[in-house]
């Protein structure tokens, strides 16, 4: 479950409003073809979330429909490795519902692309495998850049020492810095640098 404290508010409106206004198209009226669940308005897309008895359908489809939407940004931008730190696409899928469910009169299609832009800070340029960090009963898969942005940012906040060194590497230390954004964020504290964690901590003020 993605928290309610993650959203951006009045950040993710003006970002969406930037994204809608700046969009190229093949008309002069700034229409374009969009297909697949990208071409719902997130009114219609939270309608069907809610309507099934766990909306996992809605989430698998989203899910699968930012995979390719995330494979062309990756193909398609320049010294572009991956373009988002969330390996999860179903998690990706969760917080745009989130922001859809705040933002109905949006096309979906521009809510995916906001969350993408919003990581732009700590997209990876350079060819890096995804590892698998484990915490109890629990694992996430994380590229290694993203894993030193993760304690950079940590130590920026005051939680890992200032000298500490982003290295990469998940220990006890970077676990519990985590833990302790977690728990002053309000997040499930896991430890773990999940979605929700991702995204509050790199993309949200």
């Known amino acids: 479950m993605i928290p309610r404290r993650m959203t951006r508010g009045a950040c993710i409106a003006a970002s969406l409003a930037v994204i809608a206004s700046t969009a190229n198209a093949a008309t002069e ?3 374009f073809a969009v297909r697949g669940l990208g071409s719902l308005t997130c ?3 939270v309608d069907a979330a809610t ?3 766990d909306g996992s359908q809605s989430i698998t489809l989203l899910a699968n429909w930012i995979a390719g939407y995330l494979s062309h940004v990756n193909r398609s931008t320049e010294t572009m490795f991956d373009a988002v730190p969330v390996q999860d696409n179903r998690a990706l899928a969760g917080i745009v519902t989130r922001i859809c469910a705040e ?3 949006q096309m979906t299609e521009a809510v995916v692309a906001t969350v993408v ?3 732009g ?3 990876v340029g350079v060819a890096s495998d995804a ?3 484990r915490a109890e009963d629990r694992a ?3 590229r290694q850049p993203v894993l030193v942005a993760v304690q950079q940012r940590l130590a920026e906040l005051g939680h890992l020492p200032s000298d500490a060194v982003a290295d990469g590497v998940f220990g006890p230390q970077t676990q519990r810095g985590l833990e302790q954004f977690q728990s002053q964020r309000g997040l499930t504290v896991n430890g773990l640098p999940d979605a929700a964690t991702l995204f509050s901590l790199f993309a949200t003020s």
Request: aromatic letters at 4%; proline letters at 4%.
């Open 29 to 31: 009226d700034g229409q």
């Open 43 to 45: 009114a219609a897309l």
């Open 51 to 53: 309507s099934e008895a």
């Open 103 to 105: 933002n109905p009169d």
């Open 117 to 119: 832009s919003a990581f």
């Open 121 to 123: 800070d700590v997209s």
């Open 131 to 133: 590892v698998e960090i």
């Open 140 to 142: 996430v898969l994380v």
